[in-house]
């Protein structure tokens, strides 16, 4: 089992990658302290390699489009060698933190804390077969992962939140980010990295055309870019858990005038320092709260607009479905409203004017609001205009990622049971 709460679990987030190991670290001092500036025409560094390049983010992704292809492209049209590809989880560490590889000193890319899908050949790319007979196919995860690509990330995304983390992670962003990127704090971390990495460190324009130039371009692209600096001051360490807890500090608790909605309650949102309870099959409408939707019981596929306070009806929206409405969900902003039916569908809809309900609705996909990928009734939504992604889940257990702007299905997750 992964234990999160021992420091031990941790790589030292206030060294680089290159610098984890001691013999490591000491061989790229050494090279710091053995260079000739004067001699190469380049100031000395820690490291030759980077830890962000285009072709380490290609290694780790090669199982995905359009990944793959770019993966070719950088091989001159062809796979990479097997033995030289993502293979294990476990290789991967040893190799960008051990002693064996000092070349190796890349970080992980976004998808550990979030797509599982890299982790998987869901292609079925022939990647060929190891020198040692495995063929390479899915990466071989740790055993905390129980063989699962998705507790895989699950546990990384914990990992990033966990207490250890919180109070190291600033270590981490002054030697990507900030201070220690550079200067004599770079140098005293043993992070020093080639110069051309480095923003604003020449100016490719001034360079004439020529071999020169073709070598400082191609090491600019291939070889890694440091991020901007940001900071030039420490960064401060995340405070943690810095609201109060009123379990632990139960006398922030204080009584508030009770609300009847006249039926059960589904939830309750704050809006700015009041609060409004609504009843569970009501959706709200943002950015105030005052307007909610509701499925009409007394017309089958319509819904109802109405006043959250006093329970106005505004307006009837009719023919959302065939059958009843079963679910609605806003984006954020209140531009964008989603339904979905006893009939499978889910309605996508531009809701922006003001007071829309007053107009004829309109669909948000082109070409018409139904997106079909349900067999069976549609329990709950969730929607992002600034994403435009819509994500649906149903009572027979599968839920769909939707593009609300081409009307097509993203992903596809099955769950055992209903949603």
């Not at 309870?277 to 943002?286: D, F, H, I, M, R």
């Amino acid at each position: 089992e992964l234990d999160l709460t021992k420091a031990s679990t941790f790589r030292d987030l206030s060294k680089p990658m290159g610098a984890l190991d001691p013999s490591s670290e000491e061989a790229a001092r050494a090279r710091f302290d053995d260079w000739d500036e004067e001699e190469s025409g380049a100031p000395p560094f820690n490291h030759g390699s980077h830890y962000s390049t285009s072709a380490h983010a290609l290694h780790y992704l090669v199982r995905l489009e359009p990944y793959t292809s770019f993966h070719c492209a950088l091989q001159s049209g062809r796979l990479d060698l097997p033995d030289r590809q993502f293979h294990s989880i476990a290789e991967s560490w040893e190799s960008s933190s051990g002693g064996a590889n000092t070349s190796d000193v890349k970080e992980l890319i976004p998808e550990f804390f979030y797509n599982p899908e890299f982790l998987r050949n869901v292609n079925n790319i022939d990647l060929g077969t190891r020198q040692d007979g495995q063929p390479v196919g899915d990466v071989v995860l740790p055993p905390w992962a129980k063989g699962d690509a998705a507790e895989f990330v699950r546990q990384n995304r914990a990992a990033l939140e966990s207490d250890y983390v919180s109070a190291h992670l600033h270590e981490w962003i002054d030697l990507v980010f900030g201070y220690k990127q550079r200067g004599k704090a770079a140098e005293e971390a043993c992070n020093a990295f080639y110069y051309l990495t480095y923003e604003g460190a020449v100016d490719v324009t001034r360079l004439e055309e020529g071999p020169i130039r073709e070598a400082v371009v191609a090491q600019i692209t291939n070889f890694g870019q440091t991020p901007r600096q940001l900071l030039s001051k420490p960064h401060p360490p995340r405070t943690t858990n810095p609201w109060p807890n009123v379990m632990t500090h139960p006398e922030f608790l204080h009584q508030a005038a009770a609300v009847n909605v006249g039926s059960s309650v589904g939830e309750v949102l704050f809006y700015g320092d009041r609060f409004i309870a609504y009843t569970s099959n009501a959706c709200p409408l943002p950015p105030t709260g005052e307007v909610c939707i509701v499925p009409h019981l007394g017309r089958p596929g319509a819904a109802a607009v109405l006043q959250t306070d006093t329970r106005r009806k505004n307006a009837v929206l009719e023919r959302l479905h065939d059958g009843s409405v079963s679910a609605m969900a806003t984006s954020p902003t209140g531009c964008t409203l989603a339904t979905g039916g006893d009939d499978g569908v889910v309605r996508v809809w531009d809701v922006s004017e003001p007071q829309w309900w007053n107009y004829p609705m309109r669909p948000l996909v082109s070409g018409g609001p139904s997106l079909t990928g349900h067999s069976e009734r549609v329990t709950c939504l969730s929607v992002s205009q600034m994403h435009g992604v819509c994500v649906s889940g149903c009572a027979g257990g599968r839920v769909v990622a939707w593009d609300t702007k081409r009307g097509a299905a993203l992903h596809v997750l099955l769950c055992g049971g209903g949603v």
